[in-house]
């Protein structure tokens, strides 16, 4: 274990577990921008320098703001945001550990895992230019298509009731 | 540093979100949650690119990028989504949400 | 056109800008504590005791009538009538304030007190740069900081204080008619109590 | 000679860095870029806020800060000893952590910032391969901060202030990266260092800046309108309009966090010139080519002094905008122009050199911009306004 890969991710699970957990939903979404921002490094020291950046650009800039937004706009009547039901949270409790068991017992069976760091390959922003255009390029026309389609419907869904009562 | 690592790192925000989607009431923490996951598995993409044996080919990279892509709409229209119950219950708490119970 | 307007203040902006370093005119900035702008005559600040002559006790208009307390309408004036009484500048005796303060942290600069007062005794000063660091003695003025020559008057309010002269000289003129008349009757008797109070008593 | 002068401070920390033990030279290395970062760009802050003040005093006919010291020179350090000994004041029911975090954040992301902006030849921090990226992705962090710093101070004009600033990031952003996504076309990478060696070269006397061509331009107004509302300066300030949100998201802070705002929305304001000079000015590069005997860092400098005075002129004549017109100029000019700026980029790519490229390239920018600017102007009244009581 390196020392940043340790800090990085000591902050990676504490803002999740964090933003999984806190009473104020606000204070939810800002743990969970110190988690997006741990992945962004993690993403660094893994040497995808633009996912990295992207995660940021879309995470904490669009995401974490959007919904911030959503809490503010829907704030105010529930009193308490946790399951209140025991047997559900024993059944919850079960699943959890079940994934959690079965993914890390998954890793460390398999011998992929104990493989070391490799020496970094050079990839330039220029390659996953040229590979986005190339070899991805139906992808990333679905991918806009869908973002298109997002936009419209995420529009005509929060619009819908201000049309109607008009 | 081996792969192991940020499998498990992986894995426990992994674990994290879902505790989260299925213990909170709130929809937009469940969103939260769905999200994290997502990350989680995102973060697998990059970290087996890393470790893989032909990391030229920037198949781990594209696929998250497309993922956050994703992730991006499904944020947006989930929201909006969110916002547009909230107008008509006047509440997010996903227990009251029933009426298509059946 | 889109953009026009803004191209065309942004002209203005900068013929302002070059302009206030060609031309003073424009600018219009008093520097303050080394200049200062001539005051308007009507300017007023709070009120001031005019006294006649040198000597501020002895020349002193005011005759305690306590006119101006009453009217006072935030009771910022506060006097004590003499017991004794000093001849005013008619030579007539009169009562003086053994004790007259104005609490200027009070007073609202009205003029109320100087339209009232019938000896033309207090009227508005315009100093204004008058912060203290005493907090409770330094704005509760007594007489003595009050007393003001009418020289003093005279400078701040020339046309109002020419006026106040004339009123002032018509009174003398009349107070001195009735004592010839007075002393041409040379009747004994004393005079009845007129019913004004400036028509002045009896010597 | 002119070689030495122009790469004195490269020279300089090389120098510096040879004389260190090889176990800390990369971290002596790094401190000895950023270090200068931060102390020089806060310096550079307190002089524009005189050349503000006196300047915006000049354009209303005043003389502004002449007291402190010679011709009011000293007057950033007056407000400095103010405001770092007034009371720090937290509202009662603040959230207190995130009320601390706010302003920390915001310095934090926008020194981020400077990280890849190129200030001299080979005067870079971090000569990142996705420069322009990182230089987005931090400044995407600061609508986090503005957020938290209007949401924790819980107070109803902080809050509308933080929503309003938010809204108007978020719908700059849009036309701001489309504008730079030009460049980035042309250049065909996203390093700063690239980009401004792409734009070094000269052609007789002129030099090959990427303002020189139809949409190099359009893109450079519209990177400008969209810096302007994205670092809050006027005419685009209503986040923090005194007169109705009594200074927005920051109304709650005091002493040295409001300090830390307002070095970051100057900060702010130099480090998206900054990237506007990379972008469209070259960078370092001497705007003629027999003046590159002039170091480069000076040269940067230069540009940048002109973008701060002309970003206070703007803000000494331009009015403040409404929110709804704000909005509309967003989504209903500057989107559509900066999209129809990207095809006229790739048609100047790929259309041969000459006079026909000109011409083609400019009706493609100005055509629109008539056009859309009569569709803005349709249905506004703009005749001489009159009063009803005040005549």
């Known amino acids: 274990m390196t020392l940043p890969f340790t800090i990085i991710a000591a902050l990676t699970i504490a803002g999740a577990v964090a933003a999984m957990s806190l009473r104020n939903l606000v204070h939810c979404v800002l743990a969970l921008t110190l988690a997006f921002a741990g992945l962004a490094g993690m993403y660094l020291l893994l040497g995808a320098q633009f996912v990295g950046f992207a995660q940021i650009l879309v995470y904490i800039g669009a995401i974490a703001i959007l919904t911030v937004f959503a809490i503010l706009l829907t704030r105010g009547t529930e009193p308490d945001a946790f399951l209140d039901l025991p047997s559900a949270w024993v059944s919850n409790s079960v699943i959890v550990a079940a994934v959690f068991g079965v993914l890390v017992w998954a890793v460390h069976s398999s011998p992929l895992s104990r493989r070391t760091l490799p020496p970094p390959p050079q990839i330039t922003v220029r390659q996953i230019g040229f590979a986005l255009m190339d070899r991805f390029v139906l992808p990333l026309e679905v991918i806009g298509l869908l973002l298109t389609a997002a936009l419209i419907g995420a529009v005509i869904l929060a619009m819908h009731e201000k049309q109607a009562a008009k | 540093m081996t792969l192991a690592g940020y499998l498990i790192v992986a894995a426990l925000l992994f674990a994290v979100g879902l505790a989260g989607a299925l213990t909170r009431r709130n929809a937009i923490l469940v969103l939260i949650g769905i999200e994290l996951m997502l990350n989680a598995a995102n973060l697998n993409l990059i970290a087996f690119w890393r470790y893989g044996r032909s990391p030229e080919a920037l198949t781990g990279v594209l696929f998250v990028i497309f993922s956050i892509g994703v992730a991006a709409a499904e944020a947006a229209v989930g929201l909006a989504m969110i916002i547009a119950i909230y107008r008509h219950y006047k509440t997010t708490n996903l227990d009251y949400i029933d009426s298509m119970k059946g | 056109m889109l953009g026009e307007g803004i191209v065309r203040g942004l002209a203005e902006t900068a013929r302002n800008f070059l302009g206030s370093f060609v031309s003073k005119e424009r600018l219009t900035t008093v520097q303050f504590p080394e200049e200062r702008l001539p005051q308007a005559e009507a300017a007023r600040d709070f009120p001031f005791l005019v006294y006649d002559g040198e000597d501020w006790q002895a020349g002193m208009r005011c005759v305690a009538c306590q006119i101006c307390e009453k009217e006072c309408p935030p009771k910022c004036i506060f006097i004590e009538k003499s017991k004794d009484k000093k001849p005013d500048a008619l030579g007539r005796a009169q009562f003086y304030p053994a004790r007259f303060d104005i609490d200027v942290s009070v007073c609202m600069s009205c003029q109320i007190c100087v339209e009232v007062c019938p000896f033309e005794a207090i009227k508005m000063d315009t100093a204004f740069e008058l912060s203290t660091d005493d907090r409770f003695g330094g704005l509760l003025w007594d007489r003595q900081k009050l007393a003001l020559s009418d020289a003093h008057y005279h400078a701040i309010h020339p046309t109002d204080a020419a006026h106040t002269d004339e009123l002032l000289a018509a009174e003398k003129a009349k107070a001195e008619a009735r004592t010839k008349a007075a002393v041409a009757k040379a009747s004994p008797a004393p005079m009845p109590q007129p019913p004004a109070p400036a028509a002045a008593n009896e010597p | ?391």
């Open chain 4, 1 to 391: 000679m002119t070689e030495t002068i122009d790469q004195i401070f490269v020279i300089l920390k090389h120098w510096l860095v040879g004389h260190v033990p090889t176990a800390v030279e990369p971290i002596v290395s790094e401190l000895l870029s950023v270090v200068p970062i931060i102390l020089l760009f806060p310096l550079l802050f307190a002089l524009i806020t005189v050349m503000e003040r006196k300047g915006l005093g000049r354009i209303q006919n005043r003389y502004g800060p002449n007291r402190v010291g010679p011709c009011g020179i000293l007057q950033p350090i007056a407000d400095g000893i103010k405001t770092l000994t007034k009371e720090n004041i937290v509202p009662h029911s603040a959230d207190k952590v995130v009320h601390l975090l706010a302003p920390l954040l915001l310095v934090m992301a926008t020194f981020l910032g400077y990280a890849v902006l190129p200030v001299g030849r080979n005067m870079v921090a971090a000569n990142m391969d996705a420069g322009v990226l990182f230089f987005f992705a931090v400044g995407s962090m600061t609508e986090l901060s503005v957020f938290m710093a209007g949401w924790s101070s819980r107070n109803k004009y902080s809050l509308l202030g933080a929503m309003r600033a938010i809204a108007q990031m978020i719908s700059y952003e849009v036309p701001l990266i489309l504008s730079s996504v030009t460049v980035i076309m042309a250049a065909g990478t996203l390093s700063t260092v690239s980009i401004v060696e792409q734009q070094s070269g000269y052609t007789g006397i002129f030099p090959h800046w990427f303002v020189f061509t139809p949409w190099g331009f359009a893109g450079f107004v519209l990177f400008m309108i969209a810096a302007t509302a994205e670092s809050n300066r006027s005419p685009f300030d209503l986040p923090e309009g005194e007169s109705e949100l009594i200074a927005g998201y920051y109304t709650e802070y005091s002493g040295f966090k409001f300090a830390l705002f307002f070095l970051a929305e100057y900060l702010g304001m130099m480090s998206i010139s900054g990237m506007a000079i990379t972008l469209f000015l070259g960078g370092w590069a001497a705007p003629l080519s027999f003046l590159t005997w002039i170091p480069s860092y000076l040269w940067f400098f230069g540009k940048l002094f002109f973008f701060i005075a002309g970003f206070i002129w703007i803000r000494g004549t331009l009015p403040r905008l409404r929110m709804d017109q704000l909005m509309n100029f967003a989504w209903k000019f500057m989107l559509p122009m900066a999209l129809i700026n990207l095809v006229t980029a790739g048609v100047w790519r790929f259309m041969p050199t000459g006079i026909l490229r000109w011409l083609v390239c400019s009706a493609m920018v100005v055509a629109p911009y008539v056009l859309l600017g009569r569709g803005f102007m349709l249905g506004k009244r703009l005749e001489k306004r009159t009063y009803r009581f005040a005549d």
